[in-house]
């Protein structure tokens, strides 16, 4: 199976996601090892991934959880009124 | 195609998105469905413990639709007022919080809709077609950003904005998947798509996000990152 540019892209994030067949991983990994463009995507793309879910790059508003549980407190004690 | 030159030495780190997310074990399923029967039963101040793991996810399915943070709050207390409200209808045939995070992405749909309704806005027309020729960024000298570079306010934006930027298609499902690191199966649960969809919106929203992102970062290297520093003194680019 030999892959062009495009079609790496088009697996790109299943190849991340460990979800293609050896067979697609293999030839993914043989047009990585000879195109750098690609695997320069490749890096990008993870690595863009990793900075998205570090807890730091979204965080809660400060006192979100004292209120939300001061709302739900509110709830309770109306319903059992 | 002709490549651009790329300059050698590219790196990778470990990608959490990567790792398959553990299944809960038995013991939190038996230990939420102790609470669940508990809290049908009349004792409801154990819902405060039932959701407290959960209160993030709520909070950022919320923020996947709405994008703004007070909207994002009402909607999360609104889903855990209608998640106490409404469970004994809960069934354990999905996992608890699979059931609160579909309640959150649902009140902030209908939220969607309705402010759209009162501003008189077209919904995103976008659909999950892939146009066949989806072109990434063009980085001629990627190398791997330190984490540290996280302390700083100018970076958390940049990537809050790019998210922000995307579609709410590709929004929700790259802030369930790549954000909240729920597993394919599950985000196609809470969605209400399939697994097929969620991996074809995914895949969208990630080259969107190297696309937009990966020049800014490298242009804007310098001023973000000048501080960080290889051992040796080399740069990290």
Not at chain 1, 17 to 33: G, S
Not at chain 2, 91 to 96: D, I, L, T
Not at chain 2, 97 to 113: D, F, G, K, P, Q
Not at chain 2, 187 to 208: D, N
Request: aromatic residues 6%.
């Amino acid at each position: 199976m030999v892959l062009n540019c495009q079609h790496v892209w088009a697996e790109i994030s299943n190849y991340i996601d460990d979800t293609v067949t050896p067979e697609l991983r293999e030839a993914v990994e043989q047009h990585l090892a000879h195109c750098r463009h690609c695997a320069a995507v490749l890096d990008s793309t993870r690595n863009i991934l990793v900075l998205i879910a570090d807890d730091r790059t979204f965080e809660l508003p400060v006192g979100y959880s004292a209120r939300l549980h001061a709302r739900l407190q509110e709830e309770i004690d109306e319903s059992q009124r | 195609m002709e490549s651009p030159p790329i300059s050698e030495g590219t790196t990778s780190v470990t990608v959490k998105a990567q790792i398959p997310q553990p299944l809960p074990g038995d013991s939190v399923v038996a230990r939420e469905a102790g609470l669940i029967a508990r809290i049908v039963a009349g004792e409801r101040e154990l819902f405060h413990e039932l959701v407290r793991p959960y209160e993030k996810a709520v909070y950022f399915a919320a923020f996947s639709v709405l994008r703004n943070p007070q909207d994002s709050e009402d909607t999360a207390q609104e889903t855990i007022l209608k998640a106490l409200k409404n469970l004994h209808q809960f069934r354990a045939e999905s996992k608890f919080s699979t059931w609160l995070v579909t309640i959150a992405i649902n009140e902030a749909r209908a939220r969607l809709r309705h402010e759209r309704m009162i501003k008189f806005e077209t919904i995103d027309d976008v659909t999950d077609e892939i146009d066949g020729h989806f072109t990434p960024a063009v980085i001629t000298d990627w190398r791997e950003i330190p984490l540290e570079a996280l302390e700083r306010k100018e970076l958390r934006e940049l990537l809050q904005e790019a998210i922000a930027s995307l579609p709410e298609l590709y929004r929700e499902v790259l802030i369930l998947r790549d954000v909240q690191e729920i597993n394919i199966a599950e985000t196609a649960s809470i969605l209400g798509v399939s697994e097929g969809v969620v991996k074809t919106r995914l895949l969208r929203a990630r080259l969107m996000m190297q696309k937009v992102l990966a020049p800014q970062l490298a242009s804007k290297r310098s001023n973000l990152f000048g501080l960080f520093k290889k051992k040796g003194g080399g740069s990290w680019f």
